[in-house]
């Protein structure tokens, strides 16, 4: 019998009813029955609405045979694409995915748009009044058409961080939301949305936290709170006199911490 520790879908588990929250009112991380904004824990919110809504794209077909699951699976996959692909890339982005989402699911079949709605309104992935937005919204013009909005440069202030630099050079999520909705409030309407400034600042402290960035030779070792046996995805580099914070790789695996090295 699993014991009450056992976590072994833990991350993995989509059938869950896990509630949109910004991830920075979020605790850096948890055990696996909470959200947390550590990314796989946070993105088990869209998880959990993506497969309440495939199970409803299936629930709106007549047949609901084995060939039908088939091809519901390839279209909401083929919407999936086109929403992240339509998606720009701001602090409410979950959501920006989500209405994009829907909008698509409009175009294709109202079965399917009825059930993605349902799906991202039970996860707060859009609040009612939100979904009721992005339903009655004009369809994108002009830039807004395109593909979406890519991270742009910008000079973030780590003064407070203990580092040997004031500020380093990150992509920052400022690109123009395209539907004016974001997640779900626990009581009504939407949560605010973090500066694109504020977003960035978190997801650098976020890092410092869980030791993931390897500061490299600006870290101040009587200020920096660094972990020198934590997994590193991130680091710091000097290009040409601007120090700029880059993703080196994707930590995927659950770690154990390492024994520090002297």
Sequence with gaps: MPGPNDVRDCLRNAANSFFYQSADELPTSGPATML????????RVFTAAFLDALAGMFASRPGQKEEDLLEVSRDMASLLVEAVRSSPIVPSYMSQVGAHLLRAAMKKDQGYAEAIKVGLVRHGLLSIPGAVTVATAH????????????????DLDVSGYGLKVSTIRVQAPSAQRRFSVAGASK????????????????????????????????????????????????????????????????????????PAQI
């Design 139 to 154: 369809a994108p013009v002009g830039v807004a058409a395109g593909l979406g909005g890519q991270p742009v440069p910008h």
């Design 36 to 43: 947390t904004s550590e990314p796989h824990s946070f993105s």
């Design 187 to 258: 009581s009504v309407d939407d949560v605010a949305v973090a500066s694109p400034e504020d977003a960035a600042r978190a997801f650098f402290e976020d890092l410092l936290r869980r030791g993931r960035l390897d500061p490299k030779g600006f870290a101040d070792p009587a200020l920096t709170v660094f972990d020198r046996s934590s997994f590193k995805t991130h680091e710091l580099v000097d290009e040409q006199g601007t120090v700029t914070l880059y993703r080196r790789r994707i930590d995927c695996i659950p770690r154990r911490p390492q």
